[in-house]
């Protein structure tokens, strides 16, 4: 079975500081490993994938992945945070070899304050 | 990438009552799943719908409760049948793109239970 923590549920940043949203995986094959972002009364949006290749993944927004295989982590970074970065991230994983439906983490609120 | 629309976007239905919800995809897919993502939650597998078979069905949900179908590649419905409260939910169809890694998800349908 493959799972997703976010060990935290909020994550409190001021403007124009890094931030880090959490996330590790288990899974039994090769990680598929992907970030979502959800603003208010939206759908999903897609944000970046690690699937193969360098450990820094670079997505939309500015934002970017670091893959650890070592300790199951795909954390998700920006160097300077916006207020309108602020929504509900969810980290999600698949088996490479495995079936294509993701498991998804329970999801990170990021409120960037002015 | 591929766009996906949903229908209705919200409702409001009595207990007992039935709901289909519609999904088109702007082309043609491999695979399509049935998502659910209750209030303040992470989002949960319902289905893997699958074009001229019957749905694959995740732990906890059954054919009788939300039947699935997916008569072609770009178009799949997912009815909740004898609703009660507690489906209350945010109902998302995902499709997954020709690259066979990203998903793509629809805008969601709010069902409210009364």
Not at chain 1, 62 to 68: K, L, R, S, T
Not at chain 2, 51 to 79: C, H, W
Not at chain 2, 93 to 104: R, W
Request: hydrophobic letters at 30%; aromatic letters at 12%; charged letters at 15%.
């Amino acid at each position: 079975a493959q799972s997703v923590a976010q060990p935290e549920d909020q994550v409190n940043v001021a403007e124009g500081n890094p931030l880090t949203v959490k996330c590790t995986y288990s899974v039994s094959g090769n990680p598929y490993l992907f970030w979502y972002v959800q603003y208010p009364n939206r759908g999903l949006q897609f944000l970046l994938k690690y699937i193969t290749g360098d450990n820094l993944v670079k997505g939309s927004y500015g934002f970017e992945a670091e893959f650890n295989k070592s300790q199951t982590s795909f954390h998700l970074k920006k160097p300077s945070a916006l207020v309108s970065d602020s929504a509900l991230y969810f980290c999600a994983v698949r088996d490479g070899a495995g079936r294509r439906a993701l498991t998804f983490g329970s999801g990170t609120r990021l409120q960037v304050q002015p | 990438s591929a766009v996906i629309s949903q229908k209705p976007s919200r409702d409001i239905c009595q207990r007992g009552t039935s709901l289909t919800i519609q999904c088109q995809v702007d082309s043609q897919v491999t695979m399509m799943f049935w998502y659910r993502q209750q209030p303040g939650q992470s989002l949960t597998l319902i289905a893997t719908a699958n074009q001229g078979s019957e749905a694959t069905y995740e732990s906890g949900f059954v054919i009788d409760k939300f039947p699935i179908s997916r008569p072609n590649l770009t178009f799949s419905t997912l009815t909740v049948s004898n609703m009660s409260p507690e489906d209350s939910s945010i109902y998302l169809c995902s499709a997954l793109g020709d690259s066979d890694y990203e998903q793509y998800f629809g805008p969601g349908t709010r069902l409210t239970v009364t």
